[in-house]
């Protein structure tokens, strides 16, 4: 019993951090206090621009960033080669804008920062001044 | 009248009044003006027989060409995120309403008689004259794509109105040599047109989402195929799309396309009839008749679906275009397109994709001597076509394709054109960069 508890409490963990080198982030102005992997995907893919009433515009860390490479592969399911060429094909379409990209991790987090609806993510590590963590369900 | 003046200008006003806040109160940081595009170069030779038909058709024959094809520049406006205006403007090298066409010189030797027609009358033949929306110089061509104005208000309810290009299949809308796999699009969407590529009129598009997959909708009303004119209300043209995106493997995509429309285009001639009251005095009367060079309804149903994992991806369109031609009395016509594309990313680094494919297109036309658009000099039964090669692509934006084809063309049976002078193999290789 205590095995399947260990197991649960693993999976639970695994759900919750998915074991990626990133964390979501927001402005402190920012409601959200979590966000499901399905509208986070969607978010980074265009198709969605509103989750549990908040408005929100998604940002991207430069694709050479491991952050970055981890994020999409883990949540939009997309190797960066990939991601390009669909925001390409979206463009020709003439469909939606691509995320914004910020160079650094300290740009993402200042841009973070200033703007209530912006959602982004940072490497583990990073100090998280002036935003909050989002747990990612 | 006072009052008709004055509800007048307040609808004036409150349109004034939410345009404003329109394009004021949701105005975002976002870059609010881009300009971006393709383009892409063409080295293509074809290897038909010197008894061929293609022997005879510019760009089919035996000679290498080179064409610059696409230059489109798109201009997007976005004042906030609510409101956008987009612009694709297409450029191409080629004129094209020229084509040079081959002359023929008939010999005929028999017992009874001995001709010579001597003369061959070779000569450059306008095509595409009834191509409305290009401007036409000597050394190009250039075209509007689409242009279009959208208000996106919601997940479900976005707004356009303009040209737009008909939401139908995958390459229709995904049209630029960057993210078509092939060197040009399947023969369908281009030569056959079985959905009319672009329309003009307007769009009402949205999103649902259906737990993790997303179900996407377009509906549309227009002036149908080639801008039509529209004598009634019931000549509007109307279609739509539906597309299930699933969350199975890397890409699960399902769509279903229709179209129905209606061509009309007639020839008004104006009758005068002159009656002579006295030898100065005439009294004259006009009277416009209208007689029909092209009047058909057609329904238009496609299916899509596009499979992708392990770095595979399969992807197919399933198109048929049912016509009633109202010229012959309703008769019955149509064309039945179909492809199946596999390709595979052999290597994909961050910088290089080596991507192998092959395409096979079949085309099959119902009764082609009865369709508006067929050639009573050439009737089919329709053709088949292979494309396989490789796209290499750099950057994400740059690329080179490298291609052979093949396609048969399927005569009917009391045609004079021999099956072996139907095959035509060729070669191409195209450049083509994203900016």
């Given amino acids: 019993m205590k095995k399947i508890y260990l197991f649960l409490l693993a999976l639970c963990w695994a759900g919750v951090s998915f074991g990626g080198d990133f964390v979501v982030i927001v402005s402190k102005d920012c409601p959200l206090a979590s966000v499901s992997t399905t509208d986070l995907k969607r978010l980074y893919t265009g198709k969605l621009e509103n989750i549990d009433g908040t408005s929100v515009s998604g940002t991207n860390l430069s694709m050479d960033n491991p952050a970055a490479v981890s994020f999409l592969s883990e949540i939009v399911g997309m190797a960066t080669t990939d991601y390009k060429s669909f925001w390409l094909a979206q463009q020709i379409r003439g469909g939606s804008t691509a995320p914004a990209v910020k160079k650094s991790v300290s740009d993402m987090i200042s841009y973070v920062k200033d703007n209530a609806n912006a959602v982004g993510y940072v490497p583990k590590d990073a100090a998280l001044d002036g935003v909050k963590a989002v747990e990612v369900k | ?435």
């Fill in chain 2, 1 to 435: 009248m006072k009052r008709k003046k004055l509800c007048k200008h307040s609808g004036y006003t409150v349109f004034l009044i939410t345009t404003v806040l329109i394009t004021s109160i949701f105005a975002q940081t976002q870059e609010k003006f881009q300009i971006y595009g393709f383009s892409d170069m063409t080295i293509s030779k074809c290897f038909p027989k010197e008894n061929s038909f293609s022997y005879g058709v510019d760009k089919m024959d035996e000679k290498a060409n080179f064409s610059l094809d696409h230059v489109n520049l798109y201009t997007s406006f976005r004042p906030n995120k609510h409101v956008r205006f987009l612009a694709e403007l297409s450029f191409q090298e080629s004129p094209v309403n020229y084509n040079n066409v081959a002359g023929t010189r008939i010999i005929m030797n028999s017992p009874f008689l001995n001709s010579d027609s001597v003369y061959t009358v070779a000569e450059i033949k306008a095509k595409n004259r009834i191509q409305r929306g290009i401007t036409i110089f000597e050394w190009g061509s250039f075209s509007v794509e689409r242009a279009m104005m959208s208000l996106n208000l919601n997940r479900y309810w976005n707004f356009s109105a303009g040209k737009f290009i008909t939401p139908a299949g995958v390459w229709n809308v995904d049209h630029g040599s960057p993210v078509i796999m092939t060197i040009s699009q399947p023969t369908q969407y281009s030569y056959a047109e079985i959905f009319p590529k672009s329309q003009i009129g307007i769009m009402e598009e949205g999103k649902i989402f259906l737990g993790d997959a997303d179900l996407s909708y377009v509906v549309y009303l227009s002036s149908g195929r080639d801008n039509q004119s529209l004598y009634r209300p019931t000549d509007l043209s109307v279609g739509g799309q539906v597309r299930m995106n699933l969350p199975l493997l890397d890409e699960c995509t399902f769509g279903l396309s229709g179209y129905r429309g209606k061509a009309n285009i007639k020839l008004r001639e104006g009758v005068i009839t002159m009656n002579t009251v006295d030898f100065v005095t005439f009294d004259s009367k006009t009277v416009y008749e209208d007689s029909n060079v092209v009047n058909y309804h057609e329904k238009v149903y496609g299916i899509d679906m596009r499979l992708r994992k392990y770095n595979l991806t399969f992807q197919s369109e399933l198109n048929y275009q049912d016509i009633d031609n109202n010229v012959l009395n309703g008769a019955k016509t149509g064309i039945f397109g179909n492809y199946y594309m596999l390709a595979y990313d052999a290597y994909k680094k961050d910088n290089l994709t080596l991507t192998p494919y092959g395409l096979f297109e079949y085309v099959k036309y119902y009764d082609e001597e009865k369709h508006p658009n067929a050639n009573p000099y050439a009737l089919r039964e329709g053709y088949r076509k292979v494309m396989a090669g490789l796209n290499i692509r750099a950057f994400t934006n740059y690329g080179i394709k490298l291609e052979y084809n093949f396609t048969r063309l399927l005569m009917q049976d009391y045609s004079t054109i021999k099956r072996d002078e139907c095959d035509i193999p060729g070669v191409g290789a195209q450049f083509y960069v994203a900016f």
